[in-house]
């Protein structure tokens, strides 16, 4: 885990964010049905390298791609492929970005054309979850307030809330410590303080909350074979505030006043 001090590193922490956050909209937009993941990975790639950043995932452990891309039961660390959408599938696109040694990593979860309400709702509630999670951040809370806000959503739609996989620090690595549960007690865990970094990322399944990996020994799916939803922002607390450093630019200025 790095402490942050210097206004130049949390601005190379942004720029990767941006990065991230562009990547999203390109692929958010260019997915319908009949493209693959594979050429959206494409995509991801180009616009990574048209903002200057390097993925951090390609070759991350041996990962083959720039983005994660998660359709249906799949709920993280799917491998983009050639198999075409379909309209109905919903999607998780995870990205990570590298700006001058500095990581940003986010993730969205969307429908390839009109999904079932149940989907929505599940979708919808994630993001939620996610931003909820964001609200308790503040030098001071603790990790577990974070957990606990993220885990009152989920049991509020009696999802399954992934347990497996957790958020993260981030910085000169995309993975630091500490881990950012998606679940917990408010009050408990590490205290956040000014110059830290997290991923918070809720993964909830609309079946139970199990899982397991594949024979690629990269795509984690839902053990029930339900649909999953993952969404994920870096966040920073500067010494001018609580930044979503992965949001859209035109949510950034809504977040905290700038333009
Ligand atoms: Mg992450």
Known sequence: MITIKKPEQFERMARAGLAVAAVHRAVRRAA????????LDTIAAEVLKEHGCVPSFLNYHGFPATIC???????????????????????????????????????ITFGVGVVAPEVRQLIDSTEEAMWAGIKAVEPGARIGDIGAA???????????????YVGHGIGLNMHEKPNVPNFGRAGSGMKLREGMAICIEPMFNLGTHETFVEEDQWTVRTADGSMSAHWEH???????????LTAQPELQADLWGTG
């Open 32 to 39: 319908k049905p009949g493209v693959t993941t594979h050429q």
């Open 69 to 107: 891309t998660s359709p249906n039961d799949v709920i993280v660390h799917g491998i983009p492929n050639d198999v075409p959408l379909e309209e109905g599938d919903v999607l998780s696109v995870d990205a990570g970005a590298i700006f001058e040694r500095y990581h940003a990593d986010a993730a």
């Open 150 to 164: 993220v885990q009152a959503v989920g049991d509020r739609h009696g999802y399954g809330i992934v347990q497996e």
């Open 234 to 244: 870096t966040v920073a607390l500067t010494p001018d505030g609580v930044r979503v």
